[in-house]
């Protein structure tokens, strides 16, 4: 009884062995046949199956990833190929096909990295052969809108019973940036900037002296004005490759604003007399940030010092973009900050999305509330380092792709918040009033590979 058991069980096995090859050529023909007709969904159908039953090999790896490239579905594609390529490392065509997956999902620092893999042939047919220092240059510029004239237009400073009064508020401006893209190694690149920002300031002063018995009265004194407000910038980012979908970046972004204004008035022989004083603020963001890939999903974070002359603060956050077709067709990007600066409300949300409409066309949107002052994003490339308090953000925005170059146009819609400053009555002190005004920026951007 026991020898027919054991004969049994031997045969059972070798049924089971023959049946696992009948799958396996079944699986190879019938792939191979939907490969030649361009089924890429059939492909996928007998594919997937296979390899949960561990059928996995080069060729079939190397026909799913094709199925998934083909369907522009590029991050689903790039796991096939790595494991093609773990069957045969020297595979040109894998390699070929890997690259072009990470550069059409977005993951340009690891298919940059695969320069050194590459066979010669393979470079000169990617054009990757010449090693470029300066890889390529981005300008953007344009105009700054606010109606904080229009907000305090009602408002009266300069009638009894008021005896002093002060506002200042922003004006027409204009917003300038330029900066290079540099490679120093496959692994490690940066982007160093130079910007500016001009900016008129309506200053209003107004002050009416008490009669003192016995004593001449001093004149009324208003000072309505316009001062200069410029400010330079210096941005700069390291990008190093850790690691594959790893992404470090270490970053600085400095600013000096620089102005002129009355501050007071001082005795003279003929009256009073105005006062000027220069001024100069210096902000500093300094940080590092960090982005990994993980299939449709990427998550990124920052954590970043703030030096400027309201004192020292940590601003860190974390969040993600989900690209639910994946490729770069379409995203979701929330994102969360929390800064030291602001401890009453000390928590940022900013949420984008954005879509390709046309072929070479996508357009993007985004909200961020929360209190903005002395707030940056996106690694500190964008700074809100105004006196002023921001209370939310709108934006929306438009990129154009044409060979080498990158065009793109942004609008963005800032509610700001700011004081006006009174004296009614002698002895009760000053008193700062609060008022809203709205700036929009439109930015024109031109991005040119090399």
């Known amino acids: 009884m026991r020898r027919i058991l054991l004969i049994a069980v031997f045969f059972g096995f070798l049924a089971a062995k023959g049946q696992d090859t009948l799958n396996f050529a079944a699986i190879d023909q019938k792939t191979y046949d939907l490969y030649l007709k361009a089924d890429w969904k059939g492909v ?36 096939h190929f790595k494991k093609a390529l773990s069957f045969n490392a020297d595979d040109a065509l894998a390699m070929e096909y890997l690259y072009y997956s990470y550069l059409f999902s977005g993951r340009t620092a690891d298919a940059l990295a695969m320069t050194n893999e590459l066979p010669q042939s393979l470079k000169e047919k990617l054009g990757l052969v010449k090693k470029k220092f300066i890889t390529g240059t981005y300008a953007e510029a344009g105009p700054i809108i606010t109606d904080a004239a229009d907000e305090i237009d009602g408002i009266d400073l300069n009638s009894e019973p008021d005896i002093h009064g002060e506002v200042e508020t922003p004006e027409s401006g204009l917003y300038v940036h330029a900066g290079l893209f540099l490679r120093f190694s496959p692994k ?41 407000l410029k400010q330079n910038e210096y941005y700069g980012s390291v990008s190093w490759r850790a690691a594959n979908g790893l992404t470090i970046s270490p970053f600085l972004h ?18 009073p007399i105005n006062n000027y004083a220069e001024f100069r603020r210096n902000c500093l963001y300094a940080g590092i940030g960090f ?28 969040g993600f973009t989900w690209y639910p077709l ?20 000390p928590n940022i949300i900013d949420v984008s999305a954005g879509i390709q409409v046309f072929k ?58 700011d004081n006006y400053l009174t004296v009614l009555v002698p002895g009760d002190g000053q008193v700062e009033v609060p008022f809203k005004y709205n700036n929009q920026n439109i930015i024109g951007g031109i991005k040119w590979k090399f």
């Open 44 to 79: 996928l159908r007998y594919a997937k199956p296979a390899f949960k039953k561990d059928i996995d090999y080069f060729y079939l790896r190397m026909r799913a990833g094709i199925a998934y490239y083909s369907l522009g579905k590029f991050m689903k594609a790039i796991p």
């Open 188 to 228: 490690v690149s940066s982007y160093q900037g130079f910007g500016n920002v001009g900016q008129d300031v309506m200053q209003y002063f107004y002050n009416r002296p008490l009669a003192t018995p016995g004593l001449p009265t001093p004149p009324t004194v208003e000072i309505n004005e316009t001062y200069k």
């Open 254 to 271: 400095a600013a000096s604003a620089t102005y002129k204004k009355f501050v007071g008035l001082s005795p003279g022989k003929r009256g």
């Open 291 to 318: 982005r990994k890939f993980a299939g449709p999903l990427s998550f990124n974070g920052n954590a970043m010092m703030i030096k400027n002359p309201d004192g020292r603060s940590l601003q860190v956050g974390l």
């Open 326 to 345: 994946n490729n770069t067709k379409m995203y979701l990007s929330p994102f969360w900050s929390t800064t030291s600066a602001n401890a009453e409300d």
């Open 360 to 417: 070479r066309v996508w357009v993007d949107g985004g909200y961020t509330f929360g209190a903005l002052q002395n707030y940056a994003e996106n690694n500190a490339f964008l700074i809100y380092n105004s006196s002023d308090r921001i209370i939310n953000k709108i934006r929306a925005g438009m990129l154009f792709i044409t060979g080498k170059f990158e065009f793109s146009l942004r609008w963005q819609f800032t509610v700001h918040e």
